[in-house]
Each structure stands twice: as structure tokens, then as C-alpha cells.
């Protein structure tokens, strides 16, 4: 499976017309298929993960989009620190979107990696804690 990994891969590292092509939802599941079959390329990843964080990119992406790329980078172990920032920054601001068990898995993602983010962390355990939502945990 690598093998053929590495060959689906080779287009969009080697071809910049085929990655103008991909909008940053096309990006942000890329990279979580990476993750569900445990394929962890760092130049893939750091390529998609630096045009995630540019915020043409970050602005196509609904909250439940951000929590799988979050959760896949926490999986592939992959620490992108400006895409990490910037997504911590994307999901304080849109907090409320989130359900119960999206923000128990952007907190995975976050400690996985030992990302320090003391606000976000501090936001999502006390978001999780409102009344309001465990109604929404699945």
C-alpha cells in the first residue's frame, strides 16, 4: 500500500497546477485518509499543511472539517505549529459550532500533540461543561 501511496502522492508534490486545483476542504481530506490508513509523508503534509493555514484556504473549511484535520494531524503525530495556531485561533472564535464530542477530539488533537494552547484547552473544557451540551456527546 505505500508504494501506491507514494505514487497518488507524487502529482501533487510534483505538479503545481494539480495543488491549485485542490480547494482546502479537498486538502483537509487528503490529509485525513492519510491518517485513517496510516500514511504519514512529511513532505505531503507539509506542503497541504502550509497552504491550510493561509486563510483562503482556512475559510473553506466548515468545523466539522477543521475537527478531522485536527484529528488526523494528531494521528500522524505531524506538528505544524502556524497551522495549529491558526486553527486554535479559528476554533476559539467559532466555539459554539462545535458539539460535545468535536470538541472532546480538537482536545485529543491538541494534547497528542503536546501542543501547548492554554487558552484553546481552557475554552473547550469549559465549553464542554456548559449544560447545553450533553445533550450533544454521541
Known amino acids: 500500500v505505500p508504494g501506491l501511496l507514494d505514487a497518488l502522492t507524487k502529482p501533487v508534490l510534483e505538479n503545481p497546477k494539480t ?3 485542490l480547494s482546502g476542504k479537498g486538502m483537509a481530506i487528503i ?4 491518517a485513517k490508513v496510516g ?5 505531503l503534509l507539509e506542503l497541504l499543511l502550509d497552504r491550510l493555514r493561509k486563510k483562503k484556504f482556512r475559510q473553506q473549511l466548515k468545523h466539522f472539517n477543521i475537527v478531522d484535520l485536527m484529528w488526523a494531524v494528531g494521528e500522524l503525530g505531524f506538528v505544524h505549529q502556524k ?3 491558526c486553527m486554535a485561533y479559528r476554533i476559539e472564535h467559532h466555539i459554539d459550532a462545535f458539539d460535545c464530542q468535536q470538541l472532546a477530539t ?3 488533537a491538541y494534547a497528542r500533540l503536546h501542543f501547548p494552547h492554554k487558552t484553546l ?3 473547550l473544557a469549559r465549553r464542554a461543561c456548559e449544560p447545553d451540551m450533553a445533550a450533544t456527546f454521541t
Open 83 to 85: 497551522l495549529m495556531t
Open 121 to 123: 484547552m481552557s475554552l
Open 39 to 43: 500514511y504519514r509523508s512529511e513532505p
Open 106 to 108: 480538537l482536545a485529543y
Open 31 to 34: 490529509v485525513w485518509g492519510c
Open 19 to 21: 495543488l491549485r486545483k
